[in-house]
């Protein structure tokens, strides 16, 4: 086994969470901290204020994490270590337009750092919709809560949870109000998708084998499909979700940083700018789909009522906090292209969708065919071509279908996989995504964060597709039914290239 070339030492530090005990930091942020403890590797003095307008007290707070702990963790609670895990958790209530919040909060949190003997780092988690940021953190920049960038002394960290802004306008504000206050170096914004050990593995897969990079372009591979599919439907976030859709809930962060990742030129190095650079030039190379082209390239739907393991499921516009008239999409597939030599003519086919029949999210690489000369000199019968997936979830890992000899006196040819599952070539489970990222910001390793120059990008690429549509109306919102594989346009979308969507 080979060791990183950067290893990652995290600094003692305190986590301000703001929207402490909302359903993120219940789900996702406290367990994270929680795992990262039993594996040994938090930084062995550490705290978690938790602020919120509802009033907890510590005691109320360490009650709510253990049960969010014993209900959301994937490490049981362990009795041994929990004492000292316990009184780590503090929590000062306070509203986020009250300037007077802060000052509580600056109190607490200098108290906390003498008590426990904290050096003063502090990493405020902005678990709270963006229409609060602007005020959180300049209540933080008043009350003198955030110290400039500097390689010593204490620092000051901010992350900044999606939605970032509902288009390129609203991004910008969000990112100018969060800039005015932190250093760009500060500033570590999220995209839980680039936290996965499996969309980590990209990278490994393309620059740590000599077999696939002399192939990864043009001349080799014929298309990409990047699939996201999930079975539940919208779940309690109607309020948010009614705002957003699966274009920008989806597409404009997690499917457009897996398509970098596949997409990229080698970075030079592993440092956080030159592979955020590189990032960032793949969405710089997105042809745009703007006006009519929406029609052409883009299928968007909803879920209607449906029959899921033979109950029947009620539609999207039935669902709690939906508007029953919602012309809202949970479904969204998009043919683009990547305009830059290495993927010149390339198609890319995303689809991204709720309510859809199973949950499974994977990057499939469709490589050319072979000439039809040997084995494939049937043109009735072309043979299948060679697929690279990456699967991302639930399944993780990896499958390559390659043409085989069937046993016996003919020539005759199948396809079979050869499979790789991380699950059975590693002994060890793979962290939850939030466990690397909350990790890394201890670390101050911004590489798999998303910088705003990136952010801004995607919104400007996304904001021309929902300016098309919204010119051409809502005409093309098909329905499909819930517990189904998308709506039959997106279908059309691949099928008129003669290509079709891979069955999962
Ligand atoms: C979130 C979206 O960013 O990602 C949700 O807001 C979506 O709508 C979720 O369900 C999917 O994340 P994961 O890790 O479960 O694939």
């Not at 780092?121 to 953190?137: C, E, G, H, W």
């Not at 990864?216 to 705002?243: L, M, P, S």
Request: with cysteine.
């Amino acid at each position: 086994m080979s060791e990183p070339t950067h290893p990652l030492v995290p600094q003692p530090c305190t986590l301000v969470i703001f929207g402490g005990s909302g359903d993120l930091a219940r789900r996702k942020l406290i367990p994270a901290v929680y795992n990262l403890l039993l594996d040994g590797i938090l930084p062995p003095n550490y705290a978690i204020l938790g602020n919120g307008r509802t009033p907890l007290s510590d005691a109320d707070f360490r009650q709510t994490a253990r049960e969010a702990i014993a209900k959301y963790s994937r490490q049981k609670i362990s009795e041994k270590v929990w004492p000292d895990f316990e009184r780590r958790l503090f929590f000062v209530a306070g509203s986020l337009q009250d300037p007077k919040a802060y000052k509580a909060l600056r109190q607490r949190l200098e108290q906390i750092e003498t008590d426990l003997k904290l050096p003063g780092n502090r990493i405020f988690y902005l678990a709270i919709p963006p229409t609060s940021i602007a005020d959180a953190v300049e209540g933080l920049r008043s009350a003198g809560l955030v110290q400039p960038p500097s390689s010593e002394g204490p620092f000051s960290r901010v992350i900044v949870e999606k939605p970032i802004g509902r288009d390129l306008d609203s991004a910008r504000k969000i990112n100018e109000a969060v800039s005015r206050v932190f250093d760009e170096s500060q500033i570590f914004r999220i995209d839980h998708y680039l936290g996965k050990e499996t969309v980590q593995n990209l990278l490994v897969l393309r620059f740590a084998n000599s077999i696939f990079e002399p192939i990864w372009n043009y001349k080799f591979i014929d298309h990409v499909q990047i699939t996201v599919a999930e079975a539940e439907g919208v779940g309690t976030r109607a309020t948010y979700y009614e705002e957003a859709g699966a274009l920008r809930d989806m597409v404009q962060n997690h499917i457009l940083q897996l398509l970098c990742l596949v997409a990229m030129e080698p970075p030079h190095s592993l440092d956080a700018d030159v592979v955020r650079n590189a990032r960032m030039e793949v969405l710089r190379c997105l042809r745009l789909i703007t006006g009519k082209d929406v029609e052409k390239y883009t299928v968007r739907a909803q879920y209607g009522p449906g029959k899921v393991k033979g109950a029947d499921v009620p539609g999207y516009r039935r669902e709690p906090g939906v508007k029953p008239d919602s012309t809202i999409e949970t479904y969204v597939a998009i043919k683009l292209f990547v305009e830059n030599w290495r993927w010149s003519g390339v198609p890319w086919y995303l689809r991204t969708g709720k309510g859809l029949a199973k949950r499974a999210s994977e990057i499939a690489v469709f490589f050319k065919p072979i000439p039809q000369i040997l084995f494939n000199a049937n043109p009735e019968a072309p043979l299948d071509p060679n697929i690279l997936v990456m699967k991302i979830q639930p399944e993780e890992g990896l499958t390559l279908r390659i043409i085989c000899k069937v046993p016996g006196t003919k020539a005759k040819t199948n396809p079979v996989e050869l499979h790789f599952l991380y699950g059975e070539a590693f002994a060890v489970p793979s962290p939850e995504a939030y466990e690397r990222l909350l990790l890394d910001v201890m670390a101050g390793d911004a590489s798999l964060f998303m910088r705003r120059d990136a952010v801004e990008a995607s919104w400007a690429w996304i904001t021309g597709i929902l300016e098309g549509w919204d010119t051409f109306g809502t005409k093309w919102l098909p329905e499909y039914p819930v517990g189904s594989w998308g709506p039959v346009e997106a279908n059309r979308l691949i099928e008129s290239d003669g290509r079709a969507w891979r069955t999962l």
